[in-house]
């Protein structure tokens, strides 16, 4: 499926704008969820920034505020995109991110998680009738020799990186123990399952209603400051930031280049297929004890 414009910006952007102001305030929910976890604090920025996308909003449409020339076409809603961010950001602070594999918690995600990109993606289709939000699977066309070079890169770079991050920080701690098959199987499909809904809500809806609004690196600040917020209540806590940083910001500038849901995808699993190796061999000393350095 080609990329659809909506997810691209429909005139040209300045380099400042007002519209940073409510982006921003927004954004900065996902902390207030999920790092401080202080919940009304949430509410607030996001209540906030929306009231302030209004009030920019009202100032772009004045005639001494309008920026378009006559005929040209017209700017996207930055209330309306801002509102689906804050709804997807709703959802997804309704539940604890503790990672936990029973039932009831594998549910849980399921409902919350799967609600905080099909409600968004609901209401963009059929009560704004704007198609914001799409998910461009086959985007660019075929891979590049460059492309699939780096896939086996990221393989390299995980297995370098990520045992020495788990094991000596401690992290591992917050995922539970997996010490027996089933309680595998259920890691194995719980981190595979969080790596595509991260890339269908931070990349294919928040970053992309970003871009309709900001310049690529703008966009992608913004969107980070989600990305990582969700990541460190998920567990990425200790020194997890100066890993989870520079990954969103590859998530949402690898998207930008091939414009394609099923390459990022794969770049993500690649690297959780590590992430799942490195939480059995920690839980589990002397099993994968060959397999990595630490």
């Not at 891979?143 to 020495?164: M, N, R």
């Not at 094991?167 to 591992?172: E, F, L, R």
């Amino acid at each position: 499926m080609p990329a659809h414009p909506a997810a691209a910006p429909v005139t040209t952007l300045p380099a400042w704008s007002w519209r940073l102001a409510p982006a921003f305030v927004v954004c900065l929910a996902a902390p207030a969820f999920f790092v401080v976890r202080v919940a009304w604090l949430g509410w607030v920025l996001l209540a906030v920034g929306l009231v302030l996308a209004l009030v920019v909003e009202r100032a772009d449409a004045s005639p001494a505020g309008a920026e378009e020339e006559p005929g040209s076409p017209r700017r996207p809603s930055i209330l309306r995109d801002l509102s689906l961010i804050a709804i997807g950001l709703l959802i997804v602070s309704a539940i604890p991110l503790k990672a936990e594999l029973d039932n009831v918690a594998i549910l849980r995600f399921a409902v919350a998680l799967g609600g905080a990109v099909a409600v968004p993606y609901a209401i963009s289709r059929w009560v704004y009738r704007d198609h914001a939000i799409r998910f461009p699977w086959r985007g660019g066309g075929r891979w590049t020799a460059f492309q699939w070079s780096w896939l086996a890169a990221v393989l390299v770079l995980g297995w370098l990186i990520l045992p020495f991050y788990f094991i000596t920080s401690g992290v591992y701690l917050n995922w539970p123990v997996v010490d027996t098959p089933d309680l595998i199987a259920r890691l194995f499909v719980g981190v595979g399952a969080v790596g595509i809904w991260d890339e269908l809500f931070f990349i294919c809806t928040c970053f992309a209603l970003l871009r309709r609004h900001f310049p690529f690196w703008q966009a992608n600040v913004l969107q980070s400051i989600v990305f990582v917020s969700f990541l460190w209540e998920l567990g990425y806590q200790a020194w997890g930031p100066v890993l989870t940083i520079p990954f969103a910001f590859l998530m949402g500038f690898i998207f930008m280049r091939t414009r394609s849901l099923a390459y990022v995808v794969t770049v993500h699993l690649l690297f959780d297929a590590v992430v799942f190796l490195v939480l059995v061999h920690a839980h589990n000393p002397g099993v994968l004890d060959w397999l990595f350095l630490v």
